[in-house]
Nanobody
């Protein structure tokens, strides 16, 4: 069982930055794909970014590419999402997700992750 706890959300003006953190309670953190999703009111949960356990490759949704950066610190069992040049349309609850299964392709669907955090609110004002 893996518990994930997000932090770092808040209210920021358009063009500003935030850094989200997700602390994982597992001794095998380095063996999990770690991802961020977000869900705006009335919308489905959508993929934002993932950092693979094998090789550390990173992938981003087109809507955040070049503005957001995902990273992980295995010594702290923590994954980060740096949000830069924020836009009002980035407003959402951001969720951290983890999964240790071996699979091909890039896991971008919520159903491909077995563990979820409680979410942290990011609000971007115009």
């Amino acid at each position: 069982q893996v518990q994930l706890v997000e932090s770092g959300g808040g209210l920021v003006q358009a063009g500003g930055s935030l850094r989200l953190s997700c602390a994982a309670s597992t001794r095998t953190f380095s063996s999990y794909d770690m991802a961020w999703f977000r869900q705006a009111p009335g919308k489905e949960r959508e993929f934002v970014s993932v950092i693979r356990w094998y090789g550390g490759n990173t992938y981003y949704a087109d809507s955040v590419k070049g503005r957001f950066t995902i990273s992980r610190d295995s010594a702290k069992n923590t994954v980060y999402l740096q949000l830069n040049r924020l836009k009002p349309e980035d407003t959402a609850v951001y969720y951290c997700a983890a999964d240790g299964r071996v699979r091909g392709g890039v896991p971008t669907s919520p159903g491909e992750y077995g563990y979820w955090g409680q979410g942290t609110q990011v609000t971007v004002s115009s």
